[in-house]
């Protein structure tokens, strides 16, 4: 198999590449990263729904949309991506998804494991170090190819992450921040730092390329040629165009950041007949934590919300209807035109 | 009629890839089928084209979501697209859960009807077909 080994490449070309590959139907494994940074969003989102448009604007980041699944993400050159690309026929490509990410994410978890950091696979695609998620993938069938996409995370921007995001309010955004710092790791932060500085691209690629060789036989090394570059150009006039970014995409109801799999930050609002009622929440394993209710509707007493708060941390959702039942049949709580029903809008994300 | 683990009824028509397409006075219905939806995982997002689109038989029209993973929906018939479920949009989960019923996905007017015959259906050709994905999948 081809292997494209080029380190530090424009973004665009970082995207370009592996798209213009699986439409000329050639098996690749691309290992590169961007040199300046960049936010790239799925294929089913909404641009302005997701992305922070104006922020991005204003500190020249560019915004682009690519042919593969997941949600949006910031990638900068601390993020190094191997993308590699499969003919759909390809007999390695099992049906089921979550094997395939099993089988190809192998190579990824062997590589974390030989630098020091001890890593598992999580169903369906996420590579945990203890907890917290190490590197984010995705798939796209392109063309007549799988293209499975990924990275290796040596260092992560967590501030810029949660600020190219479109969020409601401030203390979304902070909120973001905060559980992707718990959720999300690097390289850097999982070793002694004296480690860490052992590892680079260069080095990080050897090994990846060692451990993707066992699944698909020996790579001959190959340059961008001609052909390539007109197809990266190509692709560019229909993908870098303000059609193609802001392409109608999933409707969302109310805002919900993916952290990892299992960990959501959501706000949803709703119109009772009294008043407005909005809730931010964290729900990690379908249970609501860091609840935060509020709205224009009538409560009494006023500090009845805030206790509800507290009996919503760490429950269930599929308890949820029964606390709500039980908050109002123990309390002596009244919010006009409001009922559970319109928290149950709210809560159950 | 029950394949090993997957729910296939005999009275519908399926294209390879794993949609069924059933008749309805003049057109045809179609939807993921249980075998599919389980290889799938949770569908996260259907694409649901404007009505009008043009079909042409074994190409993409839409694209389909789960877990991270972008796919394909390959048209069964050459055809024109007239309705698609908006249900769909804000539940696509439907698939997963009722992939023959409220999970159904487009409407489409074949240009030629006769192009039904084409499709894998009849009870031992659906049952052969799904055993032999089956097997050739068994690995997974």
Redesign the interface.
């Known amino acids: 198999m081809d292997l494209y080994k080029l380190g530090k490449v424009t973004w665009e070309e970082s995207q370009l590449l592996y798209h213009a590959l699986a439409y000329s139907g050639k098996e690749a494994l691309v290992l590169l990263s961007p040199s300046t940074p960049y936010v790239c969003i799925?294929?089913?989102q909404e641009a302005d729904a997701e992305v922070d448009l104006s922020f991005c604007e204003t500190h020249q980041i560019p915004v682009f949309r690519r042919?593969?699944?997941?949600g949006a993400v910031y990638l900068d050159g601390n993020q190094f991506f191997f993308q590699l690309i499969l003919k759909r026929d390809n007999p390695l490509i099992?049906?089921?998804?979550?094997?395939?990410?099993q089988r190809f994410l192998e190579p990824v978890i062997d590589t974390y494991r030989q630098v020091g950091v001890p890593v598992e696979f999580k169903p369906?695609?996420d590579v945990l170090a203890g907890t917290r998620k190490i590197s984010g993938?995705?798939?796209?069938?392109i063309g007549d190819c799988v293209v499975f996409v990924g990275n290796l995370i040596f260092d992560f921007n967590y501030e810029m992450m949660s600020k190219v995001l479109k969020v409601p309010d401030e203390k979304f955004r902070d909120k973001v921040h905060k559980t992707l710092q718990e959720n999300l790791t690097t390289i850097r932060r999982e070793l002694e730092p004296k480690k860490a500085e052992l590892w680079n691209e260069f080095n990080l690629n050897d090994l990846l390329v060692s451990q993707f060789e066992k699944m698909l036989g020996d790579f001959q090394e190959k340059k961008v040629d001609e052909s390539l570059t007109s197809k990266m150009d190509e692709i560019a006039t229909r993908m870098f165009t303000p059609e193609w970014l802001h392409q109608k995409g999933?409707?969302q109801?109310g805002r919900q950041v993916k952290i990892q799999t299992g960990v959501n930050i959501v706000q949803k609002m709703h119109k009772a007949p009294g008043g407005l009622v909005k809730a931010t929440y964290e729900v990690r394993e379908d249970r609501l934590y860091d609840v935060i209710l509020s709205g224009d509707f009538f409560c009494y007493p006023p500090d009845a919300i805030g206790l509800l708060e507290t009996k919503l941390e760490g429950v269930h959702t599929s308890e949820l209807q029964t606390i709500l039942e039980r908050f109002y049949s123990e309390q002596e709580v009244e919010t006009t035109g409001l009922s559970i029903s319109d928290w149950m809008m709210v809560l159950n994300a | 009629m029950q394949i090993q683990d997957y729910n296939m009824p005999d009275e519908l028509h399926y294209e390879e890839n794993h949609y069924w397409v059933k008749q309805e006075g003049d057109l045809l219905v179609i939807g993921m089928d249980d075998f599919a939806q389980k290889m799938a995982g949770e569908i996260v997002y259907i694409q649901l084209p404007f009505e009008g689109k043009k079909l042409k038989k074994g190409k993409k029209f839409a694209q389909v979501e789960s877990g991270k993973w972008l796919g394909k929906v390959y048209a069964p018939v050459n055809g024109e697209l007239v309705e698609s479920n908006q249900e769909l949009e804000t539940n696509p989960a439907l698939i997963n859960s009722d992939c023959y019923g409220a999970g159904w996905m487009y409407k489409v007017r074949p240009d030629d009807l006769g192009e039904m015959g084409d499709l894998i259906q009849g009870a031992a050709g659906i049952e052969k077909w799904v055993l032999d994905d089956i097997e050739k999948y068994k690995q997974d």
């Open positions: 799925g294929y089913h042919e593969v699944g997941g099992p049906l089921r998804k979550e094997v395939f990410y369906v695609n993938t995705g798939v796209g069938e999933k409707k109801i």
